[in-house]
């Protein structure tokens, strides 16, 4: 196989198209692949960078659909019949560790019963176990568990998926613009013709054409419909995690009860993740959601009845997202809101052609609801192009791992592995035979040289926040304690930033940190950070006056988390 070089971006503007896509998320990407693969021209606008959104602030679950068998068996069924494709198609991003479902001595375990059938009924495969086998299975789960039951859930990057989708969308014609503001939406009568964006780097805006324009903004469909002048309704709600600094469970550990607060334990590379909280928030607060002080020990309270090592282990981060639920005025919480699919033809709901909003879902459907909205734009143009997005591979999934890793040059196996894990059957394409392209700039998530480098030619890295999305850089047990200085003197070589603006990024991003350090800071944390801040104002000179945003975090307000039903 020969492995050729794919660049995420585009070099030229574009004026008109067939379509325009709104929101650079999973579903976003997975639009723009579908749509360039039946032969349509598309553009995609993200404001920021891939994956900024919900995409990026899950906590990357493949789900098998076990979590929603008893409340929601459309959307059960749904992630199960995904859950199999995503494991063919995107296996680079894939990691297949199965889940656990437990129960707690203060549990209903007759719950269990209902559970497992209601598995089976949406075709999930759902083996009770002995809770014996269980903690010999997953040595990590509360050993006081009184049942257990075995599913095949797993764990997804959502930054690799969503990379590897517009890689796939570009290399079919698709054009990929991030950086770019949906300022407004244009109308002639009562149809969208394009919309007016802001291009956020060079401050111009500027106008687009396309006969069909889709909303893909997932949570922020409601303002971009406001552009529209249309109305969506949709419910607000956060959802806090909170990163250990090591991985302690090789299995998603869940809770087998109704979903509720705290109640999932998801394995993620070098780390995992404790979630999630759901607490109704306003449409003002989308961009600057913040973490508090109760959510993390409510976090941390409650996942150590699923792993009592929570308790001493160390945190590291925390952050949240705001979930895209179409809003149901009988749900209070969120928690009973289905996570099925809505696709919306705003010809036939109000009146306005050339105009549709895909939303809902979850992380894993996102293919599903690609194809939904393609299939609706395909009605709409008049084509008759069947959708091959359930078996076309994705661009770094073509080979397996063992093919892959003796095609990349001599390394540290450790170093290899982790390149490979990252970018699949792409791995070739990373400079790894010189010593200084091998050399690390990460050690936590072994980021080398060259593969910083590939990320900033290919992968359409803007800014060090841009970088760590692509690679992991500063995401592992450091935060960046090292790594991203080292990083700073790349991208300033690089030229994307010049060494009197290269403080300034580097603050941006150790700013950009501590946002979800800061709730946490007591213990190893706060040891760690004094160290950090040590080591950048004393050695580097770094201060905060380097920071765009050189204010001192505010004092965060206590918030009661919701009550789950």
């Known amino acids: 196989m020969t492995v050729e070089p794919l660049v995420l971006g585009a070099l030229e503007r574009t004026t008109e198209t067939d379509v325009i896509i709104i929101g650079g998320g999973a579903t976003g990407a997975g639009l723009a692949r579908d749509c360039s693969r039946r032969g349509i021209k598309c553009v995609l606008f993200e404001r920021g960078d891939l994956a900024t959104g919900a995409t990026g602030r899950n906590h990357g679950l493949l789900h098998s ?22 494991r063919k198609i995107a296996r680079h991003c894939v990691d297949e560790t199965d889940g656990l479902f437990i129960t707690l001595p203060e549990d209903d375990l007759e719950y269990q019963k ?5 598995c089976q009924d949406a075709g999930i ?7 014996k086998d269980a903690k010999e299975l997953e040595p990590s789960a509360n050993p006081s568990l009184i049942g ?9 990057d959502p930054f690799r998926l969503t990379v590897a989708n517009m890689l796939d969308a570009v290399k079919h014609g698709a054009k990929c613009y991030t950086y770019h503001e949906v300022m407004a939406i244009l109308k002639e009568g009562a149809r969208v013709v394009g919309v007016r964006v802001l291009d956020k780097l060079s401050k111009e805006e500027y106008e687009v054409r396309a006969q069909v324009v ?28 909170l990163i250990m600094g090591h991985r302690i469970n090789q299995l998603v550990i869940n809770r087998c ?6 109640d999932i334990l998801v394995p993620g590379d070098t780390v995992c993740l404790i979630g999630t909280t759901s607490i109704p928030i306003k449409f003002s607060q989308l961009d600057t959601t913040r973490v508090s002080y109760q959510e993390v020990e409510l976090l941390i309270t409650e996942g150590a009845k699923l792993c009592p090592k929570l308790t001493t282990a160390r945190k590291i981060r925390c952050y949240a997202g705001s979930r895209p639920l179409v809003a149901d005025e009988a749900d209070t919480t969120g928690r009973k809101t289905s996570r099925h699919l809505v696709l919306m033809d705003h010809e036939k709901r109000d009146g306005l052609s050339g105009f549709i909003t895909i939303t809902g879902g979850k992380l894993i459907t996102y293919r599903l609801m690609a194809e939904k909205a393609t299939d609706l734009i395909c009605e709409k143009l008049k084509l008759k192009v069947p959708c091959d997005t359930a078996t076309a591979v994705l661009p770094g999934s073509g080979e397996s791992p063992d093919k892959i890793l003796r095609k990349v040059a001599p390394l540290a196996p450790t170093v290899r592995a982790a390149i490979v894990s990252r970018h699949g059957d792409l791995a070739p394409l990373v400079e790894s035979d010189t010593p200084s392209a091998s050399s690390l700039v990460c050690e936590c998530e072994l980021v080398s040289v060259g593969e910083i480098k590939h990320a900033i030619e290919s992968l359409a890295v803007h800014n060090l926040v841009d970088l760590r999305r692509r690679v992991r850089i500063g995401m592992g047990p450091c935060q960046g304690e090292l790594c991203v200085g080292r990083a700073t003197g790349l991208m300033t070589a690089a030229k994307l930033c010049t060494p009197d603006k290269a403080p ?15 709730p946490l800071n007591w213990g190893e944390t706060i040891r760690e950070s004094e160290f950090v801040m040590w080591l950048y104002q004393s050695i580097c000179g770094l201060t905060r006056a380097d920071s765009p945003n050189p204010a001192p975090p505010e004092h965060l307000e206590d918030e009661a988390p919701t009550e789950s039903p």
Do not use: H
């Open 257 to 262: 009860r109704k979903p509720a607060d705290a």
């Open 125 to 131: 495969a759902a083996e009770a176990l002995e809770p």
């Open 504 to 518: 300034g990024e580097l603050a941006s991003f150790l700013e950009e940190r501590w946002k979800g350090i800061y």
């Open 65 to 86: 659909g076990a979590r929603y068998a008893v409340t929601d068996r459309d959307s059960a069924k749904e992630c199960i019949e995904e859950n199999y494709i995503l």
């Open 148 to 156: 257990a039951v075995k599913v095949p859930d797993g764990v997804i």
């Open 114 to 118: 209902n559970f497992i059938k209601a």
């Open 214 to 241: 889709v909303n893909a903004s997932g949570i922020w469909g409601t303002l971009i419909g406001s552009l529209a002048g249309v109305d969506i309704k949709m419910f607000p709600t956060r959802g806090t995690l």
